[in-house]
């Protein structure tokens, strides 16, 4: 059960009250479907109290003469996870060309789906995909990135036409799965603006107001996912922040209330970057770059769980790429999305119970701490949009956390579930203080060009 673990019971008060508060129903998580070498990531998904998974369709990617193989591959690992107790939903990035050799696998790139015979032989290679996944739960469109084309020419539009023929083929071919639509990057497909301009975070949430009230789209067999933007993620805060701009939040609760009547489900959130990746694109350094750091979010995690919550979200979606870095974040969401009353503190506390011996887990408290202080994403948003520093007591420095974690014991008798042995992960903070002494705390890329301020 959520906040259990291998015979470690949390009997908070805090805990106890959030039984008669809200849970959101779904807790999710967008992840590489582990292979049987990493079988224990799903023990510790579920463990931390994740009830709903989402796996990409990597088709896209695989040589066709090879598809029946990955499909069948996939189908097990899909397989796997329902046993466990998953919901399991695959995501369609829709925008991939089919990659055709000479190598097995690779990178065929995007195709604009204003290419008929394009766009005919994408759906056609979709539909081989759904008929070879009768398992999954429910297949979910995704709307950009990619998306749209990269000429400008599309509109909103051929995003929802594109999507109604991929719901029509689940319908066909999986007629028990459910379907969604996943608005990420939809302002691709209205211009092709750039990511790191407001233009871009402005259209994306008046595109997705246009799908999701289009008639006949969204409703009962089809819900939908925010990706949440302007309610946390660093770049486009910067954007409008470049601007003196407030940015729009969408959707809202009204928004969401009236879909609610309309019978869509599910409406998920979906802050992607949030846990895991950073925001590869503008945060410096990022897990992408450093093949995984661990880092801490717990306060940033906890408020868009709770603005989702506020919204009346069914449920959250985070992302995890790097599992054994991000097993904190990764726990952390789930735990909040379950109990509204849980702090960070309390997170990392707890985290720290399953890590360090009894005598050291409250040096590793003050040290994930520091570590969440020092966070990439803290450091690459605004100003104005920073929480306060969790106390962390006396420790000023990197190097004085250094000292400290030196004196923090791995847990002999650790849950077995966690994604890799404690002293393992003490090593890596090791790394990321490291890094933090070094100065590489994390912020925008360095590449990036603020925009022009308005005139006054």
Known sequence: MPGTMHGIQDTS?????????????????????????HGHYLDFYRACGYNYLEFCELGWSIRPDQHFSYYADLASRIASAKKRGFAVWILL?????????????????????????????????????VRSLPQADGFVFFAGDPGGDRQGRSTIRDCISFAQRVHEIVRQEAPHAGFAINLWAVAEW??????????????????????????????????????????YRSLALTCFSDLRETPPLYPTAS??????????????????????????????????ATGGQSQ???RY????????RDLGLDGMVANAAYVEAEQLNIYA???????????????????????????????LSRVLRFIENHSSWHNSLPPAYR??????????????????????????????????????????????????????????????????????
């Open 13 to 37: 008060n805090a805990a106890q009250q959030s039984k008669q508060l809200h849970r959101l129903e779904i807790t999710g998580l967008y992840v590489t479907p582990p292979d049987s070498t």
């Open 93 to 129: 990035l829709a925008g991939m060309r089919q990659w055709k050799g000479p190598e097995t696998k690779g990178d065929p790139g995007t195709f604009s789906a204003l290419e008929k015979d394009a766009l005919e032989e994408r759906l056609s290679y979709i539909r081989r995909a």
């Open 190 to 231: 209205a211009g092709y603006p750039s990511a790191f301009s407001a233009e871009f975070w402005r259209k994306q949430p008046q595109l997705s107001r246009i799908v999701a009230e289009e008639p006949g789209l969204l409703g009962p067999g089809c819900g939908v996912s925010f990706s949440l933007d302007s309610y």
């Open 255 to 288: 928004d969401l209330a009236h879909l609610r009547k309309r019978g869509v489900a599910p409406v998920l959130g979906w802050p992607y970057f949030l846990v895991d990746e950073c925001d590869d694109g503008f945060v410096t350094p990022n897990n992408v």
């Open 296 to 298: 801490s979010e717990t």
């Open 301 to 308: 995690i906890h408020d868009i769980i709770q603005r989702g």
């Open 333 to 363: 969401f789930a735990q909040m999305c379950h109990n509204p009353r849980l702090t960070p503190a309390d997170v990392l506390d707890r985290y720290a119970r399953f890590v360090a011996t009894s005598s050291t887990r409250r040096a």
């Open 387 to 456: 929480l306060p520093d969790l106390d962390c007591g006396d420790l000023n420095s990197a190097e004085q956390a250094l000292t400290l974690l030196d004196s923090v014991r791995p847990r002999p008798n650790a849950p077995d579930l966690l994604p890799e042995p404690p002293a393992t992960y003490l090593q890596r903070l090791k790394r990321r203080l490291q890094a933090i002494a070094a100065g590489n705390v994390g912020g925008p890329n360095p590449h990036y060009v603020p925009q022009s301020r308005p005139a006054r």
